[in-house]
């Protein structure tokens, strides 16, 4: 079922009309000196982990508790769940990249959380798995954010974060071993 655009619009109007607004986000100035121009940020604290913070942990369940109000409050919410958990499901094929009689490339199958890293030799040659980031942790958490080989096909630089970080850690490995 497709819904027209207003009719999503009002939708999220009317949802959203029940709710006064988000929780409040305390102002906590820090203000830096650089070069000679003074820099505030009211929100500096906000950049702590949760697990470092309780007052970022707090904010982090109270927006999320808004949200989730909002959001489970909306009319087409299960018919969209619905629709884009069907679209998720569908696997993908990254572009391949050719160095020297290697291709390298990246499939995600529908129910796989993150892609695949496959090398090949030559066009007609079998696929290896090269790295395979959904076995990296008993709970699936780890990223694969890039992956990038050297021209002559022998070792490939990579990035991986862990648990939803924006900290991508490089890797560097031998494409025919695997280490």
Same mark, same amino acid.
């Given at each position: 079922?497709? +819904?027209?655009?207003?009719?999503?619009?009002?939708?999220?109007?009317?949802?959203?009309?029940?709710?006064?607004?988000?929780?409040?986000?305390?102002?906590?100035?820090?203000?830096?000196?650089?070069?000679?121009?003074?820099?505030?940020?009211?929100?500096?604290?906000?950049?702590?982990?949760?697990?470092?913070?309780?007052?970022?942990?707090?904010?982090?369940?109270?927006?999320?508790?808004?949200?989730?109000?909002?959001?489970?409050?909306?009319?087409?919410?299960?018919?969209?769940?619905?629709?884009?958990?069907?679209? +998720?499901?569908?696997?993908?094929?990254?572009?391949?990249? +050719?160095?020297?009689?290697? $291709?390298?490339?990246?499939?995600?199958?529908?129910?796989?959380?993150?892609?695949?890293? $496959?090398?090949?030799?030559?066009?007609?040659?079998?696929?290896?798995?090269?790295?395979?980031?959904?076995?990296?942790?008993?709970?699936?958490? $780890?990223?694969?954010?890039?992956?990038?080989?050297?021209?002559?096909?022998?070792? +490939?630089?990579?990035?991986?974060? $862990?648990?939803?970080?924006?900290?991508?850690?490089?890797?560097?490995?031998?494409?025919?071993?695997?280490?």
């Amino acid at each position: 079922m497709r +819904m027209k655009p207003v009719i999503v619009l009002t939708s999220v109007l009317v949802a959203g009309a029940a709710f006064a607004g988000p929780p409040a986000t305390k102002i906590d100035p820090v203000t830096d000196d650089v070069q000679g121009t003074k820099i505030t940020d009211n929100y500096r604290w906000l950049e702590a982990k949760e697990a470092d913070s309780d007052d970022v942990k707090q904010w982090t369940t109270e927006q999320n508790d808004y949200t989730r109000k909002i959001l489970d409050g909306l009319p087409f919410r299960h018919s969209l769940e619905s629709r884009l958990s069907e679209l +998720m499901s569908m696997g993908s094929v990254g572009a391949p990249a +050719m160095c020297a009689n290697r $291709y390298f490339y990246s499939e995600r199958k529908g129910d796989e959380n993150q892609a695949i890293v $496959y090398v090949r030799t030559g066009y007609n040659g079998q696929p290896r798995e090269l790295l395979n980031p959904n076995t990296l942790d008993d709970k699936g958490l $780890y990223a694969l954010d890039w992956y990038v080989p050297t021209d002559d096909g022998k070792f +490939m630089a990579f990035g991986l974060s $862990y648990a939803g970080s924006e900290m991508t850690v490089l890797h560097v490995m031998n494409v025919d071993s695997g280490t």
